[in-house]
């Protein structure tokens, strides 16, 4: 091994974020969560992410519960350790642009029930659609770390990626991550861009984020740390790999002895592991086979696997299967249109059923789809590249694309929806069940419904209940219905299996 410097890395547990939101479409009870917080809590991770992403939507769509409450309890049950979440800049944890009176009291009242580290992203690596929340976790006095959006196209270069990292440090950011979501960095790439972003900021600290999906990511996790980087991101092995994020067992194991030891106690997670591996079988209908495996498509053609499966189920409807090979060629040529978005939620259902239509329709952009006329007109945000003007002149007839931030076109928007939100359940004078409604209309009155029916004392006595008699069931039943089930989980490697082989081979 090379001769380094000691360069502990420090391990974010996503387990209770990305996790659940990446295999298990982000349905992971309060009940399952409450009774290991007060482990992972003393594990001496850098930090969890419990929060954020789709989970503010997910709790009140799915699981009728109040995503307010679900911060609170977890931050009373972790008094140590950081609490990390997933910020969508102007989209907040929304799907669309939200007015800058939504992002500040969101950010605001997330910050006062305890959230420490506010992630912020933008699809499009716009920094304008991230400028407010940056103003408004410094205000909150809380670690604001700015995303970049990773993806490989002939204008995303380390020159590039670097000169938006210093964008991000001027802007406020106190850490700077490398998103990678979907993990397609090569591991020479992210240490080329780690290095250049330490050279550039030699005092930002670095973390990554790179989900599973090519089987890359462990690789990639190293060459970041021999570049430099600080902290990388993991999931328990029972909602990590596939497509999900490298897991934490396996990472914290091949840190193992070298210098960049997280310092964390391998045989001390033992309880942890067997708790998530009995808990993903309570949730074994919801988790697909195929989101457990590697796809390495993403290194043939660039397409993540999501985006991969959304075309082959929209060509299947359309029972237009067999031209999916002319689909897959017609990818790139939109996305080069369209000036290179990266593929993430939402540019890449924009770019797959464009793409789809310019091969079905009988012709390029014969039929444009809404989406693509709200990007060319700037609605995303700004294009990373040059767009196709010919395809700019078909879409926008004439019409010139803003040139401002999309969100100068929004009033603000919480006291215009308060009588409404209020009418529809909302609790009278209440900024959470207002900022709830603002962001989700369709979906919070549901759950304000369902929320009166139940008392909330009765509630928790049963989420209490629940949880105890889960965890007791867990520690006396694992080893019998680990050998009864055989879930994927069963078979897939196990990490103890390699932890204690490095043991007994003398290298942990
Ligand atoms: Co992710």
Redesign the pocket.
Known sequence: MIQQTRHPIGITD?TLR?GH??LMATRLRMEHILPVLEKMDKVGFHSLEVWG?ATFDSCMRFLNEDPWERLRIIRKHCPNTKLQM?LRGQNVVGYRNYADDVVDAFVEKGSEYGMDIWRIFDALNDTRNMRRSFLAVKKAGKHAQGTISYTTSPVHTIEKFTALARELADLGSDSICI?D?AGQIFPRDVFDLVKAIKDALPDMPVQI?S?SFSGMAPVAYYAAAEAGADVV?CSFSALGWGTS?PPTESIIGAFKGTPFDTGIDIAGLQELTDYFDDMVIEYKDIIQAKSLRIDPRILMHQIPGGMFSNMLSQLKEMGASDRLDEVLKEVPRVREDLGYPPLVTPTSQIVGTQATMNIIMGGRYKNIIKEVVNYLKGMYGRPPGEVNPEVLELALKGEKPIDCRPADMIEPELEKNRAEAEAKGARPGDMDDLIAYTLFPQVAPDFFKKREQQSKEAEHAQVVAAAVGAYQNALHKSAARRAANGTAAAVAASPWATAGRMQNMGMA
């Open positions: 996503v990305d939101q990446s992403g997933l998103k979501m984020h989900h991101d994020l």
